[in-house]
Nanobody, 124 residues
Framework: VQLQASGGGLVQPGGSLRLSCVVS????????IGWFRQVPGKEREGVSC????????YYADSVKGRFTISRDNAKDTVYLQLNDLKSEDTARYFC??????????????????WGEGTEVTVSS
């Protein structure tokens, strides 16, 4: 199982990025998929996850209205669109897959698989 995230970078406050995560070894329809972020020395924070049966995503309050999760099953890829970025969004972003569930808080009940992540830095 591999989850390869990309698309991070340095962006000014108010800017946008689109993160991608290519998933191999798993069938997206059979797992819950989502993103979490982590800053060194801090706990990981669930950002967003996708509910297959509803065809929609859920989000942490800190990113609601600014981030959008989507997926393309044909490409085995999950995306996270980051808009109106703030300095507090600076973190390493990881996509993760779970045998559990996506909660309405944007958090997966478990992180059974995740990749190396991609770094997002928001700074002027």
């Amino acid at each position: 199982v591999q989850l390869q995230a990309s698309g991070g970078g340095l962006v000014q406050p108010g800017g946008s990025l689109r993160l991608s995560c290519v998933v191999s070894g798993l069938t997206l329809n059979y797992v819950a998929i989502g993103w979490f972020r982590q800053v060194p020395g801090k706990e990981r924070e669930g950002v967003s996850c996708f509910v297959n049966t509803e065809g929609r995503g859920y989000y942490a309050d800190s990113v609601k209205g600014r981030f959008t999760i989507s997926r393309d099953n044909a490409k085995d890829t999950v995306y996270l669109q980051l808009n109106d970025l703030k300095s507090e969004d600076t973190a390493r972003y990881f996509c993760a897959a779970s045998q559990g569930f996506c909660l309405s808080t944007g958090t997966l009940t478990s992180h059974d698989y995740w990749g190396e992540g991609t770094e997002v830095t928001v700074s002027s």
